[in-house]
């Protein structure tokens, strides 16, 4: 009897984890996370906040998230070639960011490099579209999907997970950019 509940607990168990394993199998192999907001300024007041890496502190949503966190900074102040890397909490993490397109002021590339709580490697795109004197603010990362991160995306929704973040900072850009000089 108690070998018959073993084998049974197990059977449910490996279908369990091949359940997990066919729907890991079918999900894609890059994933993309895309929030926009419209802010009442011109583009070139809000690059600035977008391509000078210390002034993220006014409207990025994971400085908030662990104000002790370690920063430093190299390369130019702004543009091409500036680099940020971080080490903090569980809420941050540690990585580092790099400038890598600098097109003042439509749009800016980033090569975005985690290494915890996991590793991985992203593009980040901010694009800027003048429309009127409003300007529409495009903010997009996009990665590749190792095995190992789509059964982790059979579980957990990277654009649910990131997306609210981007919502809070586009919406604190969108406060600051707007603020009276």
Known sequence: MLKTVLLSLLAIIVLGIVVVLALAARKPDSFQVTRTTTINAPPERIYPLIA?????????????????????????????????????DKNVGEGSMRIVEAKAPERLSLKLDFLKPFEAHNDVVFSLAPQGSATTVTWTMTGPTPFVAKIMHVFFDMDRMVGGDFETGLAALKAAAERPA
Do not use: I
């Not at 006014?58 to 500036?82: I, L, Q, V």
């Open 52 to 88: 000078d890496f210390k002034a993220w502190s006014a409207w990025s949503p994971w400085e908030k998230k662990d104000p002790a966190m370690k920063r430093s900074f190299g390369g130019p102040e702004t543009g091409a070639g500036a680099t940020y890397a971080w080490a903090g």
